[in-house]
T-cell receptor
Framework: DTGVSQDPRHKITKRGQNVTFRCDPI?????LYWYRQTLGQGPEFLTY????????KSRLLSDRFSAERPKGSFSTLEIQRTEQGDSAMYLC????????????FGPGTRLTVT | AQSVTQPDIHITVSEGASLELRCNYS??????LFWYVQSPGQGLQLLLK??????LVQGIKGFEAEFKRSQSSFNLRKPSVHWSDAAEYFC??????????????FGKGTHLIIQP
């Protein structure tokens, strides 16, 4: 069990650019989640997958946000036409189907939009 | 819609003293409740969880929490804090649908400061 990993750990981009983050879940976990955490707030749920199926995406913040998990393993979160308000920590978590909600979190990707 | 309230933004406790962090939730059915800890530069670490059964649950690092349905609360406690407990603590509520857990709803967190 090597834990959830995220890449990159930090990303600085200019407003209007597109960014993509990657998450590698714990290998036997079937569900993968994306959250956003802004300064002084708790994580905010964005979307999640069961294997390759995206089960919930209505909580994505706008149509500039999209996520994929093409082979049911790693996942990517893309933000198009970034805005300064997108600056935040983006967290990924994964869970196993029978562990009743025990989500294990990665270290996060900190995005700064200048 | 489910929600979590952590009434205390900051709490300061002397090292060796006892600790209680408050959490109130709103959820229509039996909730799944969690406490996570986040240290600076670190990811979220699960301290403990409640699904059903015994309302007093034990977690890692000497923490425990008590589920009180009548008060919609899930307060976190520790009998004696250590300087290393200084961190941000988050309470969260979740649900479980076929195949696994749904997304969690977190509170805004309580920042714990330990005085020497």
């Amino acid at each position: 069990d090597t834990g959830v990993s995220q890449d990159p750990r930090h990303k600085i981009t200019k407003r209007g650019q597109n960014v993509t983050f990657r998450c590698d879940p714990i290998s036997e976990h079937n569900r993968l989640y994306w959250y956003r955490q802004t300064l002084g707030q708790g994580p905010e749920f964005l979307t999640y997958f069961q294997n390759e199926a995206q089960l919930e995406k209505s909580r994505l913040l706008s149509d500039r946000f999209s996520a994929e998990r093409p082979k049911g393993s790693f996942s990517t979160l893309e933000i198009q036409r970034t805005e300064q308000g997108d600056s935040a920590m983006y967290l990924c978590a994964s869970s196993y189907r029978d562990r009743r909600g025990e989500q294990y979190f990665g270290p996060g990707t900190r995005l700064t939009v200048t | 819609a489910q929600s979590v309230t952590q009434p205390d933004i900051h709490i300061t406790v002397s090292e060796g003293a006892s600790l209680e962090l408050r959490c109130n939730y709103s959820y229509g059915a039996t909730p799944y409740l969690f406490w996570y800890v986040q240290s600076p530069g670190q990811g979220l670490q699960l301290l403990l969880k409640y699904f059903s059964g015994d309302t007093l649950v034990q977690g890692i690092k000497g923490f425990e929490a008590e589920f009180k349905r009548s008060q919609s609360s899930f307060n976190l406690r520790k009998p004696s804090v250590h300087w290393s407990d200084a961190a941000e603590y988050f309470c969260a509520v979740g649900s479980y649908s076929g195949g696994g857990a749904d997304g969690l709803t977190f509170g805004k967190g309580t920042h714990l400061i330990i005085q020497p």
